[in-house]
């Protein structure tokens, strides 16, 4: 029961980062945090397909209400928590995942987590970002904006392993 109290907790906050913080962070129109799919990232690997993409589309449909951005950060969500057993299943340790651990630095080391964190991004940025142009005549433009954001979401979800997730 703790367990859901924190979840639904991170849930608000990383929300209200995102809304109240990240989102008016823009370099000069390249790079844009979305550190808010740490929530899917960081849920534990026995959690159901269903409710994965259940959860996913609550949080993308959230942040799309407070951004006025009407079903993109729905659909993204929901295609890296479709995506997310795959790459689980991609990435996984020979011997596979313990019991009762979670994906996280502290049970599988820096090199596994950053692999599973940039390839999430990466899917994460660039069905965002092409649904947002929807078209492919600035792809390279877009392109940089998905490589340079993604590095930046990428490096604030690895820092915050360091600072929030210790236990």
Do not use: C
Not at 24 to 33: D, E, K, R
Not at 64 to 71: E, K, V
Not at 82 to 94: E, M, S
Request: aromatic content about 22%.
């Amino acid at each position: 029961m703790l367990k859901i109290v924190n979840y639904i907790l991170g849930f608000v906050f990383f929300v209200f980062l995102q809304v109240l913080i990240l989102n008016n962070i823009q370099f000069s129109g390249f790079i844009n945090p979305f550190m808010y799919i740490i929530m899917l990232l960081i849920l534990p690997f026995e959690t159901p397909r269903w409710f994965l993409l259940i959860l996913a589309f609550i949080l993308g449909f959230t942040i799309d209400i407070f951004s006025n951005t009407p079903g993109m950060h729905a659909a993204a969500t929901v295609f890296i928590g479709f995506l997310r057993p795959f790459v689980l299943k991609w990435i996984a340790p020979r011997d596979g995942y313990e019991a009762a651990t979670l994906p996280r630095i502290k049970y599988y080391g820096i090199n596994w987590f950053i692999k599973y964190v940039i390839i999430l991004t990466l899917a994460h940025h660039s069905f965002l970002f092409f649904i947002e142009v929807f078209r492919f005549s600035d792809f390279f433009h877009t392109l940089l904006r998905i490589i340079l954001s993604s590095f930046f979401t990428s490096s604030l979800i690895v820092g915050s392993q360091y600072f929030m997730y210790k236990r």
